[in-house]
């Protein structure tokens, strides 16, 4: 009886995945330069902060709430991550620029241009972007099991429904970056390189991180996130609901470089390279659009964006592919008008001042 009760459980669990699995298909669409960026070296760790909550079976979430307060990319209404005095709100329209801005621009390559990487339809068969899911804040925990960075990650449990979508899904490519908001709490969990195990009861990752987006979170110097410098995510995302319906971003936008120095910058806490080079970018590093660049020949959701890389600029957070600036997956995306980003050059931006660089030999 024990057997048969065992084998008819595990049938309900097959059953109740591939429903899951059968709702995310979706169609083939336009290209928007998706590539999957990369993470390499950690240094050595120390402690992990725990959290601690109750860890409980995994249960299909109430996503699909009449209410659309969770589900997969739906709206945050207005809330902005983290007070506004965070370094990912402060404006930096006024900053000093570096005094090696240009050095540094010439040795990363004065050809490069912007891309997004976010997008509507796929690409490759998965979808464009970083996506993520919001939850109630009675969402069921389970447990994840780190298998390379384990000591610079937060312990967990997640709250991770069998529906959390992962980045580059359903391969086993790139990043896999799994992004959840726990909208009753506002505390933001994110993997990097994320596995669900047994249909979601438990999951496998490379490191992963939790962030009260109440407060000024800051990781402890030398640990990663889910992201190579340290940072979170979520709030570096360029997202449909500031672009095509309250038409402004009021935070930096994350981006990648393909090549970057052993070294960070506040707000970073982590370097992801073995290259010293004075002149490569270090993680952390802020840049942003000229304030005389003219917008006003780029379509309008197009001009937010370019508003918001003047306003708040952009913060090197990964290593990938070059000028490569992240967004959610959303089917409201114009990808012809987002391609117009590309007409942005490395000769048109600029990097903010750095203070408190760290490297190997002040670290």
Not at 252 to 258: H, K, P, S, V
Not at 268 to 294: E, I, T
Not at 316 to 341: H, K, M, Q, V, Y
């Amino acid at each position: 009886m024990r057997f048969f009760s065992t084998i008819l459980g595990f049938m309900m669990l097959v059953s109740s995945l591939m429903g899951c699995e059968q709702s995310e298909i979706v169609q083939e669409g336009d290209a928007v330069w998706y590539e999957p960026e990369g993470q390499t070296t950690k240094p050595e760790a120390s402690s992990i902060p725990q959290i601690s909550e109750h860890l409980e079976p995994a249960l299909k979430s109430e996503s699909n709430h009449d209410d659309k307060k969770f589900g997969i990319g739906v709206s945050l209404k207005g809330f902005r991550p983290f007070p506004d005095d965070d370094p990912w709100n402060q404006k930096i329209d006024q900053a000093e620029v570096d005094p090696k801005s240009d050095q540094i621009l010439a040795y990363i390559g004065l050809h490069g241009q912007l891309h997004p990487d976010f997008g509507s339809g796929t690409w490759e068969g998965s979808k464009i972007g970083i996506p993520y899911i919001v939850v109630p804040g009675d969402q069921p925990r389970v447990s994840v099991k780190y298998e390379a960075y384990g000591e610079e990650s937060d312990a967990g449990p997640f709250p991770l429904p069998f529906e959390t979508p992962v980045e580059g899904e359903p391969f086993d490519r790139g990043d896999r970056h799994a992004i959840v908001i726990d909208r009753d709490n506002w505390v933001l969990y994110e993997l990097y390189r994320a596995f669900p195990q047994n249909g979601g009861a438990s999951w496998l990752a490379d490191s992963g991180a939790i962030f009260d987006l109440k407060k000024n979170t800051n990781r402890p110097r030398g640990w990663t996130s889910a992201d190579a410098a340290g940072l979170p995510i979520f709030p570096g995302l360029v997202r449909y609901e500031e672009v095509g319906e309250r038409k402004e971003i009021r935070h930096a936008i994350r981006f990648t470089l393909d090549s970057t120095r052993q070294a960070f910058v506040p707000p970073a806490s982590h370097w992801a390279s073995s290259n010293d080079h004075p002149l490569l970018p270090p993680l952390g590093m802020r840049v942003r659009l000229k304030q005389d660049f003219d917008v006003s020949k780029f379509p309008a959701d197009v001009q937010v964006i370019l508003q918001c890389l003047k306003t708040y600029g952009m913060i090197l957070a990964d290593n990938g592919s070059d000028w490569f600036i992240s967004g959610s997956p959303d089917e409201r995306w114009n990808n012809d008008e987002l391609r117009t980003l590309r007409q942005v050059k490395v000769k048109d931006l600029e990097i903010i001042k750095m203070d408190g660089l760290m490297t190997p030999y002040n670290f």
